[in-house]
């Protein structure tokens, strides 16, 4: 070992300095014990420098450690890295070996917090990415010219300091190898601790970085579950064939650490983040070496989930609160959709799947009056639901989407806005439950024999609802508070058996406080239909105001006159923008009549003399009048939902008149 010493003579530190700092390793200063010895807190004097450094006394009762002792001093003399204990130097002097770090660990090792309700998600996630961001020096750093990999990762060698900023020791074992040979197997002999090594080594009878992964991955499950890697005489005593199977089964959820969960249910945590979390965390446990992640696909991960949790504004505290009565549990959704069968889907956007169901779940309404019952006995209310599972896997903005469409219904209330049931927040779950309405105009646009079941009064009656819904949501919502939809097709318009309008799908809408400003820059989203919906001023200015839905509103009232999509290809034929530029040329032309649904023309032939069909010429005048103020080209010649209403309300009038009169004469 004379070689070692004189090759690391910078770093000798005397005896008598060492026991100074310690006072005499005194069991007062006693902060943990490593695998060579007991660890001792201190200050010592360098450089004319009083610096708090840990010591680690290798003891020496039952022999060995030499061989330990020089590669981690020879391992930390080598690395500089803020998520690295840092090395101040060493005493091998009169059968002492002693390791000096600075002191890192106020917070001791990680494995002592991962069951703490007290460390959030947020913060669990700064460890993770910063542990991996050590492991990526470890194994990549071009300038020291060789690889490290470090065979001792665990939630004992994590310390953290007093900002709970991770820092990894443990370099007892770690193997140094050049860049270029890191995935190549080394080392012969099975090496690491009980739960965190890795399956391959006996069967490769060596190491690689990937060694590495593996443990790491350990690691972040530990943190995910609250629990340590082994515990003896448990059922499970091994966490990483426990959370294997679970996530295969997707019920990862349910071995979650209780108050992550409780953090989920209360939006404090990012669903998104958490998924990204566990997907790599999951990879990393992959039994093949070549299936498992690098260091530097693991930090991009960790990094991105940790901007998604810090991105993610949590609501109010008391959002969860007030909305307690609506919450309904996800055992309660799966029941009544068959685990969400496809038998029950009606549908999928790209941003949620839906499926309609009788959904039976307990009445919070009704609990004060059962108290003291059990929970099967418990009244229930059953609906005919349309439970809208949203799919954050697909799609990095799905949460975004998921609480904004959750916000808006839960602060709006109109019998021509779709009611919210209720909604879970449960797992990796986001689901809402709104009422369901039986008719979609999608489904009849384009379809003869739909339409032909719709008369000029009904199409009037359909249309005042949207119109009531979009005043409403325009200017007189509680707490005046302005609500742009921003993304009207005919998908989100629909009504019940009883005519009732409705107007669905919040996701992309915009809430303005009062007294702001009518208008805000949104950037567009590449909707559904595209652009034969779009407020052009908007497209090229985005700048979203009220009269964006405005506009939106008028392709929709086209559609409806038509009996068409905007997007036919009979529009398309003549024109590249749709429905809307031939019917605003038609009108200026004064050809509009030409492009009225045949069914309706139908009702207006003079030989018709039944009162039922017959469409008069005044009410679709002033409808096709007003449709074509809303597709105004500028958003300030376009009249507000409010005169939009008045005029549709006219339109009516006219029609329910001619009826009179034929009822009369």
Avoid at 28 to 49: A, T
Avoid at 83 to 97: A, L, P, Y
Avoid at 506 to 517: I, M
Avoid at 655 to 664: A, I, R, S
């Amino acid at each position: 070992m004379t070689t070692a010493i004189a090759k690391f003579a910078h770093l000798q530190i005397p005896l008598e300095d060492v026991v100074k700092a310690t006072d005499n390793f005194h069991h007062d200063n006693i902060i943990g014990r490593g695998g060579l010895g007991h660890v001792y807190k201190g200050q010592l004097q360098r450089s004319g420098e009083l610096i708090k450094i840990s010591a680690l006394r290798l003891d020496r009762k039952h022999g060995g450690g030499v061989v330990e002792f020089w590669t981690e001093v020879s391992m930390l003399s080598d690395l500089k890295h803020p998520n690295i204990v840092s090395m101040v130097g060493f005493c091998d002097e009169e059968h002492e070996k002693i390791i000096v770090t600075k002191y890192e660990a106020k917070n001791g090792s990680l494995r002592k917090h991962l069951n703490s309700p007290h460390l959030t998600w947020a913060q669990r996630l700064k460890i993770c990415v910063g542990v991996a961001r050590a492991l990526s020096y470890l194994h990549y750093h071009e300038g020291r010219g060789y690889g490290v990999i470090h065979l001792n990762v665990n939630s004992f060698t994590i310390l953290l300091d007093e900002n709970w900023e991770p820092k990894l020791s443990g370099f007892k074992v770690s193997i140094k190898q050049s860049l270029n040979r890191m995935d190549q197997v080394g080392l012969s002999e099975p090496i690491g601790t009980i739960g965190y090594v890795d399956p391959e080594i006996e069967k490769s009878k060596g190491v690689t970085c990937k060694s590495d992964i593996y443990a790491f991955g350990v690691v972040l499950f530990e943190i995910l579950c609250g629990r340590g890697a082994y515990i003896r005489n448990h059922a499970n005593r091994l966490l990483a064939p426990l959370v294997m199977q679970h996530y295969e089964n997707q019920t990862l959820p349910d071995i979650i650490h209780p108050d992550l969960k409780n953090q989920m249910s209360r939006y404090q945590i990012s669903i998104r983040s958490l998924r990204i979390y566990s997907e790599t965390a999951y990879s990393c446990l992959k039994e093949e070496r070549s299936h498992r992640p690098d260091m530097l696909s693991i930090v991009n991960e960790l990094e991105k989930a940790l901007k998604k949790a810090l991105r993610f504004q949590p609501r109010p505290e008391n959002f969860g609160k007030d909305f307690e009565h609506l919450k309904i549990r996800l055992d309660d959704i799966k029941f009544a959709t068959d685990n969400f069968s496809d038998t029950y889907e009606s549908g999928s956007n790209g941003y949620y799947t839906a499926y309609n169901a009788d959904l039976g779940h307990f009445d919070k309404g009704k609990l004060s009056s059962v108290e003291g019952e059990s929970s099967s006995e418990l009244p229930k209310r059953h609906n005919k639901v349309t439970i809208k599972r949203f799919l954050p896997e697909d799609d990095e903005h799905e949460e975004e989407l998921f609480f904004t469409d959750l916000e808006v219904l839960t602060s709006v209330m109109h019998d021509n806005i779709v009611t919210l049931i209720g909604f879970c927040v449960e797992g990796f779950e986001m689901i809402l439950v709104t009422e369901k309405y039986s008719n979609l105009l999608y489904n009849y646009l384009g379809n003869a024999r739909t339409m032909r079941t719709l008369t000029w009064e009904k199409r009037l009656k359909i249309c005042i609802g949207f119109a009531h819904a979009f005043s409403y949501l325009h200017s007189e919502t509680e707490k005046k508070k302005m609500i742009i939809h921003s993304n009207i097709n005919p998908v989100k318009f629909g009504w019940d058996e009883n005519l009732v309008a409705k107007i669905d799908d919040f996701e992309f809408a915009v809430v303005l406080p009062p007294n702001q400003n009518h208008e805000v820059l949104c950037k567009r989203t590449n909707f559904q239909l595209g652009y034969y919906y779009v407020d052009p001023e908007y497209e090229k200015s985005g700048k979203l105001k009220r009269e964006t839905d405005v506009y939106s509103f008028g392709v929709i009232l086209f559609e409806i006159l038509c009996g068409k999509y905007a997007f036919n290809q009979i529009y398309l034929n003549e024109s590249e923008k749709g429905l809307v530029h031939v019917a605003r040329q038609n009108f200026c032309n004064g050809t509009i009549e030409e492009m009225i649904d045949p069914i309706l023309n139908e009702e207006t032939s003079i030989k018709s003399y039944n009162p039922n069909r017959g469409a008069n010429k005044d009410s679709l005048h002033t409808f096709m009048k007003v449709a074509n103020q809303c597709v105004a080209e500028t958003q300030d010649h376009r009249p507000t939902m409010k005169v939009v209403l008045d005029e549709l309300k006219k339109a009516l009038i006219f029609q329910v008149c001619q009826v009179c009169f034929w009822v009369y004469s």
